[in-house]
C-alpha cells in the first residue's frame, strides 16, 4: 500500500533515537521518547486550501522537524509506521 497525500499534507516516516553518543558512549533506556524529526516520505500537490494558495515548502527526502502532538499515525502493510502531517505541523527542515 501506498500513501498519497492530499492538498498540504505530507507524510513522514519518524526517524529513529541514536542510543550512543558520537564519542561512542551508550546511553540508558531512560531516553526512550521517540525525537521529533523525520524525513519526508511524500508531499500532496498544494494549490488552494482553505481558500488560500498554498505553496509546498518540503520536498521527498528532506529531513524536518515536526510538532509534538501533531498529525495522524498510519502503520502500512508492511508494519511501516508513517505519520500524515500538515505542512504547518512542520516547525523546520534540517540542512
Excluded: C
Excluded at 65 to 83: P, Q
Amino acid at each position: 500500500m501506498k500513501l498519497v497525500p492530499l492538498g498540504d499534507r505530507v507524510v513522514l516516516k519518524q526517524l529513529e533515537a541514536e542510543e550512543t553518543t558520537k564519542s561512542g558512549i551508550v546511553l540508558p533506556g531512560q531516553n526512550k521518547e521517540k525525537p521529533q524529526q523525520a524525513e519526508v516520505v511524500a508531499v500532496g500537490p498544494g494549490g488552494v486550501v482553505d481558500g488560500k494558495e498554498v505553496k509546498m515548502e518540503v520536498k521527498v527526502g528532506d529531513k524536518v522537524i515536526f510538532s509534538k502532538y501533531s498529525g495522524t499515525n498510519v502503520t502500512l502493510d508492511n508494519d511501516e509506521e508513517l505519520i500524515v502531517v500538515k505542512q504547518n505541523d512542520i516547525l523546520a527542515i534540517i540542512e
